[in-house]
């Protein structure tokens, strides 16, 4: 058999290389196992929920594994509510707070990357100095004072033989990434909040105009028993007991107009204005679309579509490769460093032949005892990974609990519409009839009033079940992750909108976000903002180091 050569020189540069490209200590990232359920309720959802006559009753369907359009917000068709949320994409503070986070996560990780390449620094001095002849055993000699010129290249280069650089770069390419969806989640939170709080604000509009017509008619009731009282027709305590009635109507009008103002402050901020300034827009509930049709992600898809899950397995990756670099910092480390310049009294001579001074140097450094320092640090980038795993998990069980809220709760709310409306059906037809019998002499005023009253009362309770079916259809679409992915560019300014990652199931048709207009993903805005919330592997041994 014929014997292959062994070269020394040849050997050395594969030694070389496998020195210089290194290895990662890292444990291999594997994500944590969920569930494999493909629903998030424990009941098959209904094709659609129930329905109704009048705003806000129709019914609403269900599409599984149907896209969400960037601007998903448009499916509520309201010109005034597009454009307080391009305002606000434009001028919210905390979305460009969440920019400039972003910003600074991305500085930090050309930091590091840089500082894994090698360093060269231009060295020029100048210096003064004096030294004595005792030193060299010649006590009697004089001092001797001269001046010396000296300018050098020096070359260091720390070579990551076992992935400490490599791993301090992924560490924060993974924190650069969660950076980018909490972005995507404060845009999300504050695009949801601004359609929950003027969802809010029409409805306690409404709430206050029925409510002043309540007590508008309770007023007259009480006219009616003063008079009764006077001629000395009725008792004493049915004025006191309507009196009572008047009252708690019209304390209950000022605590609504108290929310009313505080909801409007909130609009503002959410737009980046100061309360103080005058806020050109009101909604009504008559002008805001019910969406009659609601994506519902697979739990596979939205764990690939939902920012802050995004963001919990970058962290994840993130404590990873910690344990990676930990565990290289208990492994030798070596050095390279070079210096090529010129030492000369006189600076004329710099960098002449006799001036010239070079050096190169390896050092290799093995940490032999740091007293537990080293690997009580691995073991406790392990715990953090630990913590970072389960944080994921329950992340991931927080959104799946979100969406199946927000289904249920749709469910609900048509089916809680359809018997206000019911009632208010009711309310309405004894309210003509009491006009009729009243008009006809056959009942008094006061239970014409009486009518009326129940009739306002049923309007209340209609109102409210109306602005919840609006806001839950708004909830499903935050739950579910808003859209992000389509947006065809970055808003000016803001990081790139990176789509799932591939393992995701391809997502179908794209919810329309205008009935007249294809299922495109919608422009992007101009500009950007974290928003309050809305209503709303196996790890290495331990060395001994």
């Not at 794209?510 to 500009?527: D, G, L, N, R, Y």
């Amino acid at each position: 058999m014929k014997r292959t050569s062994f070269y020394p020189a040849r050997f050395g540069a594969m030694l070389c290389s496998a020195l210089l490209a290194g290895c990662s200590l890292a444990p291999e990232f594997v994500l944590p196992k969920l569930s494999d359920s493909t629903g998030y309720t424990e009941n098959a959802l209904p094709d659609e929920t129930a329905s109704t006559e009048g705003a806000q009753g129709t019914a609403q369907r269900f599409a599984v594994e149907q896209d969400i359009a960037a601007q998903w917000w448009k499916v509520f068709e309201s010109e005034p509510l597009n454009e307080l949320i391009t305002r606000a994409l434009k001028n919210s503070p905390s979305l460009q707070a969440a920019e400039a986070r972003l910003k600074q996560a991305q500085e930090s990780l050309a930091v590091q990357e840089g500082s894994s390449l090698p360093s060269v620094d231009i060295n020029a001095r100048r210096s003064r100095q004096k030294f004595s002849s005792a030193a060299f055993g010649q006590p009697n000699n004089p001092s001797n004072i001269f001046t010396l010129y000296n300018a050098s290249i020096d070359v260091s280069y720390g070579i990551d033989i076992f992935g400490k650089l490599r791993g301090a770069v992924e560490s924060l390419e993974a924190e650069q990434e969660a950076e980018r969806y909490r972005y995507e989640a404060a845009y999300l939170a504050l695009t949801s909040n601004i359609v929950t709080t003027a969802v809010q604000e029409a409805s306690l509009r409404a709430q206050i105009t029925e409510r002043e017509a309540m007590l508008a008619l309770a007023r007259e009731q009480l006219s009616i028993l003063k008079a009764q009282l006077a001629l000395g027709g009725i008792s004493q305590q049915p004025v006191l007991a309507q009196e009572t009635s008047v009252a708690q109507l019209a304390g209950s009008i000022p605590s609504l107009q108290q929310l009313l103002a505080q909801t409007r402050n909130q609009l503002a901020i959410l737009i980046g204005q100061s309360p103080g300034e005058p806020l050109d827009v009101t909604f009504d509930l008559d002008a805001l679309h019910l969406p009659e049709t609601l994506p519902v992600s697979l739990p596979s898809q939205l764990v690939e579509q939902r920012p802050d899950i995004k963001a919990s397995q970058a962290l994840l990756r993130a404590a990873n490769a910690r344990i990676g670099v930990a565990t290289a910092n208990m492994l030798p480390q070596l050095t390279l460093t070079g210096s090529y310049g010129s030492t000369t009294p006189n600076a004329s001579d710099l960098f002449s032949a006799p001036s010239v001074i070079w050096n190169f140097a390896t050092g290799l450094t093995q940490p032999l005892f740091r007293g537990g320092e080293l690997l009580h640090r691995k073991r406790g980038s392990e715990a953090a990974y630990a913590q970072a795993d389960a944080e994921y998990r329950a992340t991931v069980l927080t959104a799946f609990a979100n969406v199946s809220d927000s289904l249920t709760a749709l469910q609900y709310d048509a089916e809680t519409l359809k018997e206000h409306a019911a009632a208010a059906q009711a309310a309405a037809q004894n309210k003509d009839l009491a006009t009729t019998q009243y008009e006809s002499g056959s009942i008094s005023q006061l239970a014409l009033l009486d009518a009326q009253r129940n009739y306002q009362q049923s309007q209340i309770a209609l109102i409210q079940a109306r602005a919840a079916r609006l806001a839950d259809s708004a909830a499903l679409f935050q739950a579910l992750g808003g859209g992000w992915w389509n947006r065809d560019a970055p808003d000016a300014g803001t990081p790139d909108a990176t789509p799932p990652s591939e393992t995701a199931p391809a997502p179908q048709e794209a919810v329309s976000a205008e009935p007249t207009e294809s299922t495109k993903p919608a422009e992007p805005e101009t500009s950007l903002e974290e928003a309050p919330s809305a209503p709303q592997a196996t790890l290495p041994a331990g060395e001994t180091k």
